[in-house]
């Protein structure tokens, strides 16, 4: 039986923000409550849209994590260290995995890393979700975390579940006395798990927990907020009104009609009286009584439910700081240049933002890897990022021509244009090699003239 408190606490803490994981990746999805369903909905349409929903969370999220590409690291002295880190990324495919990364802390408002020697003792990098893992911050030293934990399902049969504790110095490893389904909270329900080969605790010779918190719109040392917090209810509103226009197209499709002076039939079946639908649609009507009269409803105007759809959108794009044009592609030219710019100024705030946060925790994420790595380096590494502003490639070499006459490397240059540390040594290579060509031609040149006859 575990005595370790902090268990408790770790399953606490997960305990606590479950539900709102659990909402925000129904809702990325598209499993939406509707909780504005009316009676007339359900009697129109039944069962038929019961997981109807008109999705813009899923855009919101992807809209940030589409412009978070991480294109490199550099070093102040230019050492090797940005070089190697850039190997060990390649090596993990991060340009892949970083994404899920990304869009784990969007989504939940909490992604995780951890960094662990494989098999052959190079560093692996471990994405996870903001739902498997939570941390304890020193309170202190807000940012300094003091131990790590991760659970999850190891064993679909049993049901039985897994529980690892990091600290700087170990790494302790539990598995649940009963299934998941019956598992307790709390410490004493966590058997000591001891890994084949593997002794217990296992040794973390690093002296730092090997797990990295990647935590979206958040104060250093807090957990982070989903980019759906806010768009959640007004998600919920535009799902009403879209039903609600479903519900009017409906009712409005066949004009309704009304007929009075005559007697309906009676179902000699069920003894009530017959829907009073008389002929086919382009049919004729007869009715016997010259009394009778008929007149229908007018059909209902779809713009009142229009008008609010597109005003609950621009709150979207208003709590989100999201481009209106990601949400409803403009009817006419899309705008560039300047106006453009100034379409995104704020969402290209928030994405800076994230490239400051998210870059940071990456830089520790790497400098981590290389001490895995065994490369001893005191070089502070600084995260590269694609340029996330909207440029025409006309406009981005008029800006790297003026960049390069103050002084800017063209490494650096090449950087800021978007091409990946692997681009950048293949293009050097092949200019040194152009060099090399050209100054050969140009002494062969000489020689033969020096050697010619002279007039």
């Known amino acids: 039986m575990a005595d370790n408190q902090d268990i408790t606490v770790a399953l606490e803490q997960m305990k606590a923000r479950a539900s709102g994981y659990q909402l925000y990746a129904r809702y990325y999805a598209g499993d939406h409550a509707l909780s504005f369903a009316t009676e007339k909905m359900r009697n129109a349409f039944g069962a038929l849209f019961r997981a109807f929903s008109l999705n813009y969370c899923a855009k919101v999220v992807r809209a940030t994590k589409n412009r978070l590409i991480l294109t490199g690291f550099s070093v102040e002295d230019g050492g090797d260290d940005a070089t190697d880190a850039w190997g060990i990324w390649k090596a993990n495919r991060m340009d892949q995995q970083a994404g899920y990364v990304h869009q784990a802390a969007l989504l939940y408002g909490d992604g995780y890393v951890i960094v662990w020697p494989g098999a052959d003792g190079q ?37 039985k579940v897994r529980l690892n504790m990091y ?40 002296g730092a927990v090997p797990v990295f918190h990647f935590a979206n719109d958040a104060p250093v040392g807090k957990f982070g907020r989903s980019e759906l917090v806010d768009v959640i209810p007004i998600q919920n509103a535009l799902n009403k009104e879209v039903m609600d226009l479903l519900v009017n197209s409906e009712f409005s499709a066949l004009p309704q009609r009304v007929m009075t002076g005559i007697e309906a039939d009676v179902d000699p079946d069920t003894g009530k009286p017959k829907a009073p639908f008389f002929a086919t649609p382009g049919g004729v009507w007869t009715i016997g009584d010259p009394d009778a009269k008929g007149f229908e409803f007018t059909a209902g105007n779809v713009d009142q439910f229009l008008k609010p759809k597109e005003s609950l959108l621009r709150d979207i794009a208003a709590v989100s700081d999201t481009p209106m044009h990601f949400l409803i592609p403009p009817s006419g030219e899309w705008p560039s240049g300047e106006s453009l710019k100034t379409a995104e100024s704020e969402f290209l705030a928030k994405v800076l933002d994230r490239q400051i ?69 293949h293009m050097a290579a092949e200019k040194a090699e152009q060099t090399a060509s050209l100054g050969n031609a140009i002494l062969t040149q000489f020689e033969q003239g020096q050697n010619s006859e002279q007039p």
């Open 357 to 425: 946060a998210f870059g940071n925790r990456w830089e520790d994420v790497l400098a981590f890897a290389l001490r895995v790595a065994s490369i001893d380096s005191d070089a502070r590494l600084s995260a590269l990022w694609k340029d996330p502003a909207p440029h025409s490639e006309a406009d981005q070499a008029n800006v790297a021509v003026l960049k390069s006459q103050v002084g800017v490397s063209n490494q650096q240059l090449q950087r800021e244009l978007g091409y990946s540390e692997e681009e950048i040594e």
């Open 167 to 206: 600290y700087p110095d170990r790494i302790e490893k539990y598995i649940s006395r009963s299934s998941i389904d019956t598992a307790s909270d709390r410490a004493e329900s966590y058997d000591v798990f001891e890994a084949p080969g593997e002794p217990w605790p296992l040794s973390n010779p690093y």
């Open 123 to 159: 560093p692996v990098l471990y994405p996870n979700d903001g739902d498997v893992m939570t941390v304890a911050y020193d309170s202190e030293n807000p940012g300094v975390i003091l131990w790590a934990a991760k659970r999850w399902v190891a064993d679909l049969k049993s049901k």
